[in-house]
């Protein structure tokens, strides 16, 4: 830290605390009783309230560093005493008087900020952090946070920012990385919870800088849940999605339901999407009895189980949404007039009676028409 005061910065400091007595109304001359008991010097002595007002004033008239740390030497309090009366006291009792490093905001020089949080407590630091945020002060918060600001504050503001839906104060913190990554989890949580529309176009950045930090787990996943379950009704959009699913989110978080909703409603393109993120065998066979229970149109039926054998993983066949009937003959309960879709899961290599395999390659094409099956 470099040294500004020089002999006479202590000289002229000295000087204006004598001159300030004759017209700060705060001063309070010594009382006769006290003139019985206490020596002269103690009586001239200057107070440390005295010395603290006088360096809140230097701050704001912006006098010389020199002047400043002259103060600071001579037993001024950067921070806030705390209150000496028994009445007031309590354990974060502190004067109403205003914090130096406060009043440093805005427009202070750097190395004037510098200086007094150096000399400032654990709690004006603290408050120091909370206001450089507030104003989106880069430099100021840089300072403080090298200087020993606590963390915790730091993370409050995040979680605070999200809860806001704040994304300029959430770009502006972008700029530092928190020492807990559990932080932007929970932010990443109170931004979900703060608005019905979290998932509309408006929020997609506040989600991205949360991403990007680090947050992680079942919140996401279930943010990605319910993400591509508005988007299927049509109320979110494809690219809130895309920007979860590029954040590794598990697609088989909570038995694969992402991928079983999205084969229940039959959207293609969706579920092209979510097969890039690998699906266990237990989600794809899951998708696969799901579309068969939800009785699409055959063809739909048949594009859906080729979709899910395109991922390293391969649905299971050899059990049934049924467990009492083979996966082949569920099939043919729930299509009775529509052997592609059996047709389908033998070529997959869905094994069953080959007598009843041949039937079903025998049996000729259905087509729909006018509401009745008819075989070419």
């Known amino acids: 830290m470099p040294q500004y005061m020089t002999i006479e910065d202590r000289d002229h400091a000295l000087k204006i605390l004598g001159e300030r007595r004759l017209w700060d109304r705060e001063y309070k001359p010594p009382n006769p009783v006290s003139k ?12 440390p309230q005295e010395i603290d007002r006088a360096l809140r004033a230097a701050v704001q008239e912006n006098a010389s560093l020199g002047l400043i740390e002259a103060y600071i030497s001579l037993g001024a309090s950067v921070g806030v005493r705390p209150v000496k009366h028994l009445w007031k006291r309590s354990r974060h009792a502190r004067s109403t008087e205003s914090d130096a490093l406060q009043l440093a905001f805005p427009g202070s020089s750097e190395d004037l900020f510098r200086l007094l949080a150096t000399h400032a407590d654990q709690k004006s630091k603290d408050e120091a952090l909370v ?20 963390p915790l504050i730091f993370d409050t503001a995040i979680c605070r920012a999200a809860a806001r839906l704040d994304e300029e ?51 996401v996943d279930v ?99 049924n467990p009492n009937l083979p996966l082949l003959v569920f099939a043919l309960q729930k299509y009775p007039t529509s052997p592609e879709v059996v047709r389908q899961l033998l070529v997959m290599g869905c094994e069953g009676d080959s007598q009843l395999a041949w039937q079903v390659f025998s049996m000729p094409k259905v087509q729909a028409g006018d509401g009745h099956a008819q075989i070419e």
């Open 131 to 150: 206001t450089a945020i507030r104003l989106h002060d880069e430099s100021k918060t840089k300072t403080i946070f090298e200087l020993g600001a606590r």
């Open 36 to 47: 019985l008991f206490k020596s002269q010097r103690k009586l001239e002595a200057f107070s």
């Open 169 to 219: 104060t959430l770009s502006f913190l972008s700029r530092w990385t928190s020492r807990s990554k559990e932080v932007y989890t929970i932010a990443f949580a109170r931004a979900i919870q703060a608005s019905e529309q979290w998932f509309s176009d408006s929020r997609l950045n506040i989600l991205r800088m949360l991403l990007e930090k680090g947050a992680e787990g079942d919140v």
């Open 223 to 321: 943010t990605f849940l319910q993400a591509v379950q508005h988007f299927l009704i049509g109320r979110a959009p494809e690219a809130l999605v895309d920007l979860l699913l590029s954040f590794d989110v598990d697609v088989d978080f909570n038995d694969g339901e992402v991928v079983k909703r999205t084969v229940a409603t039959g959207e293609i393109d969706m579920l092209k999407k979510l097969m890039g993120s690998d699906p266990s065998t237990d989600t794809l066979t899951n998708a696969l009895f799901c579309a068969l229970m939800h009785q699409h149109p055959p063809e739909l039926v048949v594009q859906i189980s080729e979709i899910l054998t395109t991922s390293e993983q391969q649905p299971l066949l050899t059990g049934s949404p």
